[in-house]
């Protein structure tokens, strides 16, 4: 009865790989999110995405990119692995119009690049 | 943009009371969320402020002062299990609407 559910939990892979992050959440909610937290915890968002709209931090590159097959799912592609790119990967969602709940985040996954 | 600022870390005594700071300077203020992390875990959310004053969950109290750029979560009869990262994040108005994270507080309580 995961609320929000990402896999895999941990991914070790080699530079210049490409992979893949899969987050579904049966919430029912809006939007959904990926967020990126360095070595010293900061949370940055990486995308924002409902059935009305992407929005990209400019600041990610283009490597990074999400896939949403429907509402519950929003897939992290990742090209060319770096490895500046290991860090924790959160999958999050949220309903527009309730923000009193705030965010869902999922259990995240540990990248790390070799 | 957005500036947040929190302290790094807090220590505290079980059963005590600590009072975390997030000071924030921003174009369009639009909301204001207080999130716990545990250590290898995912936050969760504790509370979202939008309009000045005190909001009580429990042991949780979080403030807001639009006009100061201030907000404080307050944490009651501390536990060992709070031992945890709290994260100030900060919803501006316009773009977006995604709140941008503080780099969180890391609080120890002993016993």
């Known amino acids: 009865d995961t609320a929000v559910s990402q896999t895999p939990k941990y991914l070790v892979t080699q530079m210049g790989n490409d992979k893949s992050i899969k987050c579904e959440q049966n919430?029912?909610?809006?939007?959904m999110y990926w967020y990126k937290q360095d070595s010293k915890k900061f949370l940055k968002i990486m995308f924002s995405?409902?059935?009305?709209?992407?929005?990209i931090n400019e600041t990610v590159p283009n490597r990074f990119s999400p896939k949403s097959p429907d509402k519950a799912h929003l897939n992290l592609h990742i090209n060319s692995l770096e490895l500046g790119d290991s860090a924790v990967y959160f999958c999050?969602?949220?309903?527009?119009?309730?923000?009193?709940?705030?965010?869902?985040f999922g259990s995240g996954t540990r990248l790390t690049v070799v | 943009g957005q500036n947040i600022d929190q302290p790094t870390e807090m220590t505290a005594t079980e059963g005590a009371i600590v009072q975390i700071n997030c000071t924030y300077q921003t174009s369009g203020f639009n909301g204001l969320f207080w999130y716990q992390q545990h250590a290898g875990e995912a936050p969760t959310f504790l509370s979202y402020?939008?309009?000045?004053g005190l909001e009580e969950k429990g042991r949780f109290s979080s403030f807001l002062s639009r006009s100061k750029g201030y907000s404080y979560l307050l944490l009651k009869e501390l536990q060992m299990k709070d031992s945890a990262s709290y994260l100030c994040?900060?919803?501006?108005?316009?773009?977006?609407?995604?709140?941008?994270f503080g780099r969180g507080t890391s609080l120890i309580v002993h016993p």
């Open positions: 995405y409902n059935n009305k709209e992407l929005i």
């Open positions: 999050a969602s949220s309903q527009d119009d309730s923000f009193n709940y705030g965010y869902t």
């Open positions: 402020n939008v309009l000045d």
């Open positions: 994040a900060v919803r501006e108005e316009g773009g977006s609407y995604i709140p941008t």
């Open positions: 919430l029912g909610h809006d939007t």
